[in-house]
């Protein structure tokens, strides 16, 4: 239906850059994430697709038409707000018919409309119920029916799940997801929740102090992090890291030796490894003792002490140890990432 | 326990206390214009074992003082001027509780516009006078129209910025997404969600300029223009003070404001906004 291309984007509010030289093409039916913590820029990113944010610079095509100087209700966009932001006056009927009844959409066609609408996200039998007289959930769907009644170009999402529980997220996060793929709609999506950014995305945009960190598909994000913040960003427990040095293809430091590097010296250099690449036994080339250890269900995450680090590797779930034994950890000689520790860039040989 | 058994009857004693305290003068006020005038000054007061007259009510609409001719003066001056403080003042109140000023301008101008409420009336009722009178406007409603409402606009506009500032953003940024304008929003959705505050905004200021006497005595000379407070202050001459008809005209001028506040009541009561937006 429409592509998003942001050129040069930039924000500032008084002193602060919010966002700075942002580019970038969202495709057609794309389900892209912008991905940071909080105050990275994502938002006002979004907002500023939305036209409730204007740009100090740079311009924002949608569909290929210039949409920069435009007013929200030019651009053709839905919007989920992270408070749903249901007009708490108007019957949940009401909300969702709004969009059509500002359009001047005769009122049988209104009806009709909402009626097909609210199949899709099941809020039959609710429709005359204001929203404060609706659960969580429910509210959610009634916002995401008032988004998806006018088939826009864009739907734009602001943390749309942050507010529901555990079990309703995994629950709704599915459901966008068909739902989405359903509509074949161009989405973006602002999280600062990882697995929502990974489960759900085609690409994920990574943003850190209101610049893109990387680009990529949720794989290649976690498979091939560009630099020290995506790395540690991506990945729950997060990767682990060790400063170090490189002589002769060999990295090592007060703990740690590892053979076969394939890069050349350096000084200074961050050592990168996640947990479940790391092999916890009883004989390896790392020496050091265990700190704490926690069941998860699946698998035991050991956090083991060494010297001043502490690190955590993964293990199965029947690993039985006790708080200060020795510990022996190797690690995964094919996964493990060097970073600079100036520019914090991954180094590539 | 304790707190429960003691609190009760404390909460009680002082809403019964306040009551007294706060309509007292209001019911001697009525009980007096319906006493003739001995029983006006008996000692001790007779509250309400007297014999009731309707002299007054009678004196006070069918002598040569035209009461209720100043009656409609005083409607028209106060709903009109009542209506422009709202408007003005409600799209003031929005713009400084939504848009971004540059620097610290929104401050300023929000302290500004308070601040001209800060000083006694009678400091700019001279002023005012010869401001109106080089504008031919003296003795004229217009005049105290235009006065009442720039004294109700800095009111107006603090009551309804907070109101505004309660009312969460996302909701007209939301309807302007949908494909409303930002009025449209402020119509449909703002304003709707406000009427509690608009309501209580608007009793306000037609108790303000409904009461109000200073400007009403400098700036009006004749029936053209003369508002209630000033017929009502008519009882008091040099020789005599009729505390019957004062009384009895004061109890009249009370009654559409009552009427108002009971129509308006329901809006009082706050809490239709609140609570909706969280899950």
């Known amino acids: ?349 | 326990m304790w707190k429960n058994n003691f609190k009760k009857p404390i909460v009680f004693l002082s809403i019964v206390f306040a009551l007294i305290y706060t309509l007292f003068p209001f019911l001697y006020m009525v009980s007096v214009s319906f006493k003739v005038k001995k029983e006006i000054f008996a000692m001790p007061p007779k509250y309400f074992n007297f014999d009731p007259t309707l002299t007054h009510y009678w004196f006070t609409f069918f002598n040569q003082i035209p009461f209720f001719k100043f009656m409609i003066n005083s409607f028209i001056i106060t709903s009109v001027s009542t209506i422009f403080a709202l408007i003005l003042g409600t799209l003031a109140g929005y713009s400084l509780a939504r848009f971004r000023y540059p620097g610290t301008l929104k401050y300023h101008l929000a302290f500004w516009i308070l601040s001209t409420r800060m000083m006694p009336p009678i400091v700019v009722v001279i002023p005012l006078f010869l401001f109106f009178s080089y504008f031919n406007l003296v003795n004229t409603k217009l005049a105290l129209i235009i006065a009442y409402t720039a004294f109700n606009i800095p009111f107006v506009t603090w009551m309804m910025r907070s109101f505004f500032l309660d009312i969460p953003k996302e909701l007209e940024e939301s309807a302007m997404v949908d494909g409303d304008t930002r009025m449209g929003s402020f119509r449909r959705i703002i304003l709707p969600l406000a009427k509690p505050g608009l309501a209580a905004t608007s009793i306000f200021c037609l108790i303000l300029s409904w009461n109000e006497f200073l400007f009403a005595v400098i700036l009006t000379e004749t029936e053209i223009s003369n508002t209630v407070t000033f017929a009502i202050a008519l009882g008091v001459s040099q020789y005599q003070a009729n505390w019957g008809y004062m009384a009895a005209s004061a109890t009249i001028s009370v009654i559409p404001i009552i009427i108002f506040a009971f129509i308006v009541q329901k809006h009082l009561v706050r809490g239709l906004s609140f609570g909706a937006m969280k899950g």
């Open chain 1, 1 to 349: 239906m429409a592509n998003v291309i942001f050129k040069n984007i930039t924000k500032t509010f008084d002193d602060v850059t919010a966002v700075e030289d942002f580019s970038l093409e969202v495709k057609d039916k794309e389900f892209l994430v912008l991905l940071g913590p909080s105050g990275c820029g994502k938002t006002t990113t979004m907002r500023i697709v939305a036209g409730l944010e204007q740009a100090n610079s740079g311009k924002v095509l949608i569909d290929n038409n210039d949409v920069t100087g435009l007013a929200p209700k030019e651009r053709d966009i839905a919007m989920v707000f992270q408070s749903y932001a249901l007009y708490p006056h108007m019957t949940v009927f009401q909300n969702i018919e709004y969009p059509l009844k500002i359009k001047n959409i005769p009122k049988e066609k209104r009806r009709d409309q909402v009626n097909k609408t609210v199949q899709k996200v099941q809020l039959e039998g609710l429709l005359k119920r204001l929203p404060k007289q609706l659960s969580g959930g429910q509210q959610q769907r009634v916002a995401l029916a008032r988004a998806i009644i006018r088939n826009p170009k864009v739907f734009l999402m602001d943390e749309p799940l942050s507010n529901l529980d555990a079990k309703l997220r995994v629950e709704m996060r599915a459901k966008l997801k068909n739902l989405q793929n359903e509509l074949g709609i161009t989405t973006i999506y602002v999280t600062h929740d990882q697995v929502e950014a990974m489960t759900l995305a085609d690409r994920v945009v990574i943003m850190n102090n209101a610049k893109i960190s990387q680009v990529s598909s949720p794989k290649e994000i976690y498979n091939n992090p560009k630099n020290l913040f995506v790395a540690g960003f991506v990945g729950s427990p997060p990767m682990n890291f060790m400063q170090g040095e490189i002589k002769n293809n060999k990295f090592f430091n007060n703990y740690i030796s590892e053979d076969n590097i394939q890069i050349s010296d350096r000084n200074s250099v961050i050592l990168g490894v996640r947990p479940e690449d790391i092999n916890v036994a009883q004989e390896g080339n790392i020496k050091g003792e265990v700190y704490s250890f926690e069941l998860t269900g699946d698998s035991t995450y050991v956090t083991v002490k060494l010297g001043d680090d502490l690190i955590i590797a993964k293990t199965e779930s029947d690993y039985k140890t006790s708080i200060g034994s020795p510990i022996a950890l190797s690690l995964n000689k094919n996964k493990i990432y060097f970073f600079d520790t100036k520019s914090e860039n991954r180094i590539i040989e």
